[in-house]
Every structure is written in C-alpha cells, then in structure tokens.
C-alpha cells in the first residue's frame, strides 16, 4: 500500500530560480490537493484537483506558482522566479472522492517537500 | 468549514490515556469531525473520523458529544511517539471539500 509520494523532499535552490515538485497520489484517488506549510504554523490549502480539472485555487497561489495534473494522475507545483519568503514545506494530499462513500473522501498527506530559497 | 477550537498545548505521562479535547459549536448536520495530527517535519497522519457516534480504530477512540458540539480524541496508551501537533477538523463528507487547518494542539508526552 503506497501512500502519496513527493519529490524531492528536499530542495536548496537560489532566489530567482525555478523549482519544480512532483506529487503522485494514492493509486485511483481522483481528488489532489496542494497545501503549503511554514515553520509553527499549519497547513495553507493552495489548489485543488478533480482530474485534470484544477477546481479551485487560493489567493496564496501567486502568478508565480502553477499547479498541473496533466493525465489525471501525478501533479507538478512549479515555482518562478522564487523569494526567500517561498521557504515552506510544501504538502501533497488526495482523497479517492468517490460520492456518497464513508471512507471515500478521508484526505492522506503526503510527507512533503521542503523548500529552503537562499 | 466550521470553525474549531482547541487548547494550545497539553502533556500526557508515557503509558496514560491522552484526552484531547475539540470544541465545533457552529457545526452542521452535514459536517463530520475528522482528527490529523503531524509530528515534527512529516505530514499530517489522518487519524479518525466521525459523524455522530463514538469510533474507534487502531490508533485512537473519538468520542463526539450528543449535540455533536465538542468531541474528544482518545489515545489509550500514549506513548513518546505520540508526541505531535493534533488538529481537530470538521468538513462535509460528501464532498471535495478542503481541509482547513487551525492551530492545533501540540501534546507533549513525557517519559
């Protein structure tokens, strides 16, 4: 049983590059959620996909950051042009979202990527 | 989502129960309570979760009140790996919806 994958789990890049994570969820889990963390404080919900469909997206993704899911399966975060205040934890989540189902819409987390911008 | 609140901070002797409170006044009917919690430098571990009776799994009981306006988690045994941060969430089950967190509650469990 994998749970959902992120990589790399860690990641030092300088200010103004680009950084690019991946986030494969739970085999069959439709839904996928992008959360950023940091340091004393919890998770901030970023976007959200149904499929391929990016269904709702918060005010903390910048124009700087995008979020794929291209084949319905894996997603990509892509930051441009990074700041120093972009240093987080960045969490990958999916739920299998079947309707009506108990279970169906527990949402598992991923262990997250840590960004670190010097 | 509705809003819970839960205490800042608590501490459990190793081998005890660690009760951890959550209050959702505001919940609705269609809201179910969900507990995560996260240890230091990994992502929040779904724990339990519940409409209206009590569950209990193989990590943890939660006990949700008649008015379904508070609840209660329930480690039996707590041990130094249960030291962790536990958020208390409540969300509709039927739907995509997000998990919004708050604060938490950071349980220290000391030996």
């Known amino acids: 049983d994998t749970g959902v994958s992120q990589d790399p789990r860690h990641k030092i890049t300088k200010r103004g590059q680009n950084v690019t994570f991946r986030c494969d969820p739970i085999s069959e889990h439709n839904r996928l959620y992008w959360y950023r963390q940091t340091l004393g404080q919890g998770p901030e919900f970023l976007t959200y996909f149904q499929n391929e469909a990016q269904l709702e997206k918060s005010r903390l993704l910048s124009d700087r950051f995008s979020a794929e899911r291209p084949k319905g399966s894996f997603s990509t975060l892509e930051i441009q042009r990074t700041e120093q205040g972009d240093s987080a934890m960045y969490l990958c989540a999916s739920s299998l979202g079947t309707s009506g189902e108990y279970s169906g819409n527990t949402i598992y987390f991923g262990e997250g990527s840590w960004l670190t911008v010097v | 989502d509705a809003k819970t609140t839960q205490p800042t901070s608590m501490d459990c002797a190793e081998g005890r129960a660690a009760n951890l409170p959550c209050n959702h006044s505001?919940?609705?009917?269609?809201?179910?309570v969900y507990w995560y919690r996260q240890i230091h430098s990994q992502g929040p571990q779904y724990i339990i979760h519940?409409?209206?009776n009590n569950e209990t799994n193989e990590m943890a009981s939660l006990i949700i009140t008649e008015d379904r306006k508070s609840s209660t988690l329930i480690l039996p045994h707590a041990t130094l790996r249960d030291t962790a941060v536990y958020y208390c969430?409540?969300?509709?089950?039927?739907?995509?919806?997000?998990?919004?967190f708050g604060s938490g509650t950071r349980l220290s469990i000391r030996p």
């Open positions: 519940g409409l209206k």
């Open positions: 505001t919940i609705s009917g269609n809201e179910y």
């Open positions: 969430i409540v969300r509709p089950l039927s739907s995509a919806s997000k998990i919004i």
